[in-house]
């Protein structure tokens, strides 16, 4: 399991990177691959200061070894293997009509002294962080993300999507990161689940991801825009990087298992504001934004 999945997701990069550089017309991605001393390594992909992407980055890494004791600690095991494998991308537009996204698709396995292994689960996810409110683009992304779940269970998008409000969630700011996805964690092999209808589920998710995105992309990227509009991105944007420095469960796990910082910190725009309690405008689309992330709405 741990090789298919791995050999997906190096595809699953090709393609994202392909069409993604397509769509910007102009900037690249800069590629380093990089090993990791206690074992394994990955693939990073960066690209910056394009047309439509200002920073992106699109990971893969597969890195095994001993399990960290801070990991033995967070997982509640004793002194286990592990290999752990996934792909990771956040994308930062330009524009601020175009919003962020990050989706993350993931395998892990534990193993005994004897190399059996004793536990494995899949996750992963997608969600969307836009800094201005089109509701048709929020309801298209969460219509794809349904579409990908009904075709494997039609309880997983409502489950999933509670995740990941629920998760993706600025508990010291009350209020949501941006209008939420997928989220899910633990996909471990049950009676009705086997770890193969797993890997079916997980797949078929990340090869939505680009239908999900991409259009909304292409629909907002030649929006005009102000000062103003990039000013209250960039604020935005600071609530994003307080998330994923203070509660991120991934950004944790690289940092504590000696992962490569250059490619976990990859997540973090460019240009970010923190303006001392900044408040919008009273009935102004900003403050109409704020009403969403602070109450989550069913968008499908």
Same mark, same amino acid.
Request: aromatic share 14%.
């Given at each position: ?7 997906? %997701? ?5 393609? %994202?990177? #392909? ?15 990089? =090993? ?57 537009? /330009?524009?601020?009509?175009?919003? @962020? ?12 002294? &004897?190399?059996?292994?004793?536990? #494995?689960?899949?996750?992963?996810? &997608?969600? $969307? @962080? ?12 969460? &219509? %794809? ?9 039609? +309880? ?14 600025? @508990? ?15 996909? /471990? ?26 259009? %909304?992309?292409? /629909?907002?990227?030649?929006? +005009? ?23 991120? =469960?991934?950004? $944790? ?11 976990? $910190?990859?997540?973090?725009?460019p240009h970010?504001?923190?303006v001392y309690?900044? &408040?919008?405008?009273?009935? #102004?689309?900003? +403050?109409?934004l704020l ?10």
């Open positions: 399991m741990k090789n298919l999945f791995y050999q997906y %997701i190096q595809d699953l990069q090709d393609r %994202i990177t #392909s069409k993604l550089e397509a769509i910007d017309g102009k900037a690249t991605f800069q590629e380093d691959v990089w =090993k990791r001393p206690e074992g394994g390594g990955g693939r990073t992909r960066v690209i910056q200061n394009g047309t439509v992407f200002e920073k992106g980055g699109v990971n893969i890494s597969g890195v095994h070894g001993k399990l960290p004791q801070s990991m033995q600690a967070y997982f509640k095991v004793g002194d286990v293997d592990f290999f752990a494998c996934g792909l990771s991308l956040v994308l930062h537009p /330009k524009n601020p009509m175009v919003p @962020t996204v990050h989706a993350n698709w993931r395998y892990f396995e534990m193993y005994n002294e &004897q190399g059996d292994v004793i536990d #494995s689960w899949f996750g992963g996810g &997608q969600d $969307l @962080t836009p800094y201005y409110l089109f509701e048709e683009d929020a309801i298209h992304f969460h &219509q %794809i993300c349904k579409r990908a779940c009904d075709n494997h269970n039609p +309880e997983f998008y409502a489950k999933y999507k509670a995740r990941c409000d629920e998760y993706f969630y600025n @508990t010291h700011r009350n209020e949501g990161r941006g209008l939420g996805g997928l989220f899910f964690d633990y996909c /471990k092999a049950t009676d009705t689940m086997s770890m193969e209808n797993w890997y079916d589920f997980v797949t078929e998710v990340g090869d939505s991801f680009l239908e999900a995105y991409t259009p %909304i992309v292409e /629909k907002r990227k030649t929006l +005009e825009y102000t000062d103003a509009h990039r000013a209250w991105q960039e604020i935005r944007r600071g609530r994003y990087v307080e998330f994923n420095l203070v509660h991120d =469960k991934g950004t $944790l796990f690289g940092l504590k298992t000696n992962g490569r910082i250059e490619s976990i $910190l990859m997540s973090l725009p970010v504001q923190w309690d900044h &408040q919008p405008e009273a009935g #102004s689309e900003e +403050e109409k009403a969403v992330l602070k109450e989550p709405k069913n968008w499908v």
